[in-house]
Structures are given as C-alpha cells and as structure tokens.
C-alpha cells in the first residue's frame, strides 16, 4: 500500500492544528475553556486558510514557483481565502442581524397582545467566516507548516 499524497498530510496537518489552536485562542479571549470551537468554523486563525496555504506552499516547493500546480494551488488558495474572509463573513453578519430581529419582534409582540410572534428554536449560526486578522493568522502558520513539511522530507 503507497503513502498518502505529502501535499495533502501537510494541507490537512494545517487544518487540524488550527481546528486545535482555536481552542486555546477562545480560551485567551473569553477566560473559559471550551471543546466546542474545535468543530465550529470562524475563530483565530481560519483553518481554510491554513490548509490552502500550506498546500500552496509545498507545492511551490516541490514543483517549482513557475508549475501549473503551484499555479492551481495559489489560485485555489486566495479564492477560498477571499471567500473566508468576504462572502462567509457577510453571511454570518446577515446571520445574526436576522437573530436580533427576532428577538425584538418577540419583545414588541408583548407589548401588542394582536401581533402574532413564533420565536425560532434554533437561532442562525452567526460564525461561518473570518475577519481579515484570522484569513492572516491561519495563512501565517499553514506557510510555516507548508516549509516544515518540506523540509522535513529532506
């Protein structure tokens, strides 16, 4: 039986570690330690971007900065990373404008016995992406991991 793809251990070591470290950066910010970021998307530092970056770099690296595949890895890499940070971000804002609207249209309704108001179980989900800091943070180490991975090899 062959090894898996070395581009694709170094791109989903990335991931994984910045899946980890979200816990310890939720532990930073809000004092508590919490398991649940591990499997939440959004947080410091984005692991999409991490992983993509850690692709293109060892890609760069082992094929040469001028291959088609470095090529498809960068590009690859600054779409999902320009989506992280652009699109998902917006959806998550929209997200939890639309959670607060809830909530008042639920508060106005006590008020107004005629207005009729069926709150939601379950609320949007108001991480879905990154600020530009965290797209930065997860770049920054899936990079540092692209090197070391091959490097390592060496």
């Known amino acids: 039986m062959s090894k898996?793809?070395?581009?694709?251990?170094?791109?989903?070591?990335?991931?994984?570690?910045?899946?980890?470290?979200?816990?310890?950066?939720h532990k930073t910010t809000s004092g508590k330690w919490d398991w649940r970021p591990l499997f939440q998307t959004g947080g410091m530092p984005?692991?999409?971007?991490?992983?993509?970056?850690?692709?293109?770099?060892?890609?760069?690296?082992?094929?040469?900065?001028?291959?088609i595949e470095t090529a498809l890895a960068v590009v690859f890499g600054v779409i999902v990373m320009y989506d992280a940070q652009g699109i998902r971000r917006h959806t998550g804002e929209i997200a939890q404008?639309?959670?607060?609207?809830?909530?008042?249209?639920?508060?106005?309704?006590g008020h107004y016995?005629?207005?009729?108001?069926?709150?939601?179980?379950?609320?949007?989900?108001?991480?879905?992406?990154?600020q530009p800091a965290e797209v930065g943070g997860g770049a920054l180490l899936g990079i540092a991991?692209?090197?070391?991975?091959?490097?390592?090899?060496?």
Not at 97 to 109: G, K
Not at 113 to 130: M, Y
């Open 97 to 109: 404008l639309v959670n607060d609207l809830d909530e008042d249209i639920e508060l106005l309704s």
């Open 4 to 25: 898996m793809n070395k581009g694709i251990n170094v791109a989903l070591s990335a991931i994984f570690l910045a899946q980890g470290l979200k816990i310890l950066t």
């Open 46 to 67: 984005s692991s999409h971007s991490a992983g993509v970056s850690a692709l293109a770099t060892y890609t760069a690296l082992e094929t040469g900065r001028h291959s």
């Open 113 to 130: 016995p005629d207005l009729l108001h069926a709150r939601r179980d379950v609320e949007l989900n108001e991480l879905l992406g990154h």
């Open 145 to 154: 991991l692209g090197l070391l991975g091959y490097f390592s090899k060496k």
